[in-house]
């Protein structure tokens, strides 16, 4: 068991949070800025790296070399739909590196520099360890620490966020999922969730993800009965909304089209995101950009009306991981004790309103601090992993589930058996015997998927191997013993063994496959 002080790290989209576990609480540590929160930015300037709210505050003169919204690319493939699609709406200039990976190009001290999302992360992670370690006056003990992703995160995406913590130089002592560890954050602080046991759901709306979990809390156990979300829909997708109601309105106005322009289309969105928020407090805003574009100045009044308007497909787009969860944990909204809101998303009135008519009026819990309960949880995970047990930690204990179904290909027709089923309790090992699907078979491949679908090609290929020189048999006759083994940071091996001759082959799914 890891000593000292472990730090506890939420690595959002938008924005990043660190916590440490001290005096029978959670501290949320503020960077040098004085800011509880601290920008998920890279930016290089002609001669710097900046990262965190500096670099924020640089993106106005550096668009192209600003980067955020590393956590929608990490752990994915350049060709993915997403990553083409958000390609287009980034300043920054994104390309195909190798195996497909995403690369983002930027220039720097006068050269073309290429940076994986691991390796932007990475820098982002390392700013908030060293946040940490100033706070605490000393490096952080062996640099422990756990990281938050979103539960729907999928395992390439978990290897990869793994991979960054460990080039920030942080030994990853766990990957939490955000609503969990918001969900502990909720529980230790209503005396150490000791009261009885109360189902509660967490709806953790962020910047670019939403994860939605439901928990059964009480007498110091988290346990997670099942788990939904979206990975790729965050306040973003409402900010860039905004961006394109005010290019359309300037080109109404001044018959220019700014969109290919990146400094202009950068002004924008941070212009549009400050309206956003504005939004949650008052019914009108003013969106004002000074020299837009050639000097042009583009001033509009945005209602709050409008904004509902015009994102209301994705306001109810949120309901879908709602019900998908609770049908998963076989539960009526009846049986919901608690919704407690968190992430800076869910600050919106017409998102709140939904969601409570959704639960037949009950009140939402908005008590916790929305931007700083996944770090807050994380924390308290951190020092249960560093063997902190004393005080609100007594009796702590988490039992998480697995987002997606896995399992294995089996037959011609490409279809999947499952092997372990989405929502099923991690850490887990499941046996499942497989045999020769034709006469004389004498290598047997097995690939590795995650998905619903019944149909691998509709699911997610996380890796595979193939076994040789079976002794020639009639079709069904050969068995193969398949074991699927996932640990506490829900990371896959699969196992694979011939019974007849005692050939065995194994993969640990790795990010880089
Ligand atoms: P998180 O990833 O949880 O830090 O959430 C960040 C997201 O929340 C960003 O898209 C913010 O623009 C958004 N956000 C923060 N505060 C508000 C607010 N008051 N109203 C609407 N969105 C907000």
Redesign the pocket.
């Known amino acids: 068991m890891a000593e000292g002080h472990a730090i506890g790290i939420d690595l959002?989209?938008?924005?990043s949070c660190v916590a440490v576990w001290q005096d029978d609480h959670a501290e949320i540590i503020a960077n040098d800025h004085g800011n509880r929160?601290t920008r998920s930015y890279v930016t290089f300037t002609e001669s710097k790296r900046l990262v965190g709210d500096e670099a924020f505050n640089q993106v106005g003169r550096f668009p192209a070399n600003s980067i955020f919204d590393a956590k929608r690319l990490i752990g994915r493939k350049f060709s993915e739909d997403s990553v083409q699609k958000d390609k287009k709406l980034w300043p920054f200039k994104v390309i195909e590196g190798p195996a497909d990976k995403p690369m983002i190009a930027v220039t720097h001290r006068g050269e073309e520099k290429k940076f994986s999302a691991e390796d932007i992360s990475s820098m982002v992670l390392a700013k908030m360890r060293e946040i940490a370690e100033s706070y605490l006056c000393s490096k952080i003990s062996e640099k422990n620490a756990v990281i938050t992703v979103p539960s729907y995160f999928n395992d390439s995406q978990r290897q990869a966020t793994i991979e960054a913590g460990k080039l920030a130089g942080l030994k990853v002592l766990r990957i939490l999922n955000e609503p969990t560890a918001a969900a502990i954050a909720y529980g230790i602080d209503k005396k150490a969730g000791r009261f009885n046991k109360r189902n509660v759901i967490i709806f953790d709306w962020?910047?670019?993800t939403l994860d939605v979990s439901l928990l059964t809390i009480g007498h110091g156990a988290f346990d997670v009965k099942s788990t939904a979300g979206d990975t790729h829909l965050?306040?973003?997708d409402?900010?860039n909304r905004m961006v394109n109601y005010c290019v359309e309105e300037f080109k109404r106005k001044q018959n220019v089209d700014i969109c290919g322009d990146a400094k202009a289309l950068r002004k924008a969105k941070t212009a549009c995101?400050k309206a956003?928020?504005a939004?949650?407090?008052s019914f009108d805003t003013d969106i004002e950009i000074d020299s837009w574009y050639k000097g042009e100045d583009f001033h509009t009044n945005f209602t709050r009306d409008l904004f509902e308007e015009m994102n209301m497909d994705i306001f109810n787009k949120c309901m879908e991981p709602v019900k998908k969860c609770l049908e998963d944990a076989k539960m009526d909204i009846s049986n919901v004790d608690d919704v407690v809101l968190?992430?800076?998303?869910s600050?919106?009135p017409k998102v709140q309103e939904i969601l409570q008519e959704v639960f037949k009026g009950k009140e939402l819990c908005k008590s916790m601090n929305?931007?700083e309960a996944v770090a807050y949880g994380a924390a308290v995970q951190a020092a249960v992993l560093s063997g902190n047990i004393a005080g609100k930690l007594r009796d702590f204990s988490l039992s998480d589930v697995i987002p997606m179904s896995l399992g294995i290909e089996v037959d011609e027709e490409k279809h999947m058996s499952v092997v372990i089923p989405r929502n099923t309790k991690i850490p887990i090992k499941n046996n499942e015997s497989f045999t020769t699907f034709y006469d004389n078979q004498t290598a047997i491949t097995f690939r590795v998927f995650e998905g619903e679908s019944e149909f691998t090609k509709d699911n997610n290929y996380l890796g595979g191997f193939t076994i040789r020189d079976i002794p020639p048999a009639r079709k069904g006759t050969v068995e193969a013993d398949v074991c699927f083994s996932i640990d506490a940071n829900g990371v896959l091996t699969v196992s694979a063994e011939i019974l007849c001759t005692g050939q065995k082959k194994a993969i640990t799914i790795h990010n880089d496959r």
């Not at 959002?12 to 924005?15: C, F, L, M, S």
């Not at 968190?342 to 998303?345: E, I, M, Q, T």
């Open positions: 959002g989209t938008t924005y929160t962020g910047g670019g965050g306040g973003e409402l900010d995101e956003k928020k939004l949650s407090f968190v992430g800076g998303s600050r919106i929305p931007d």
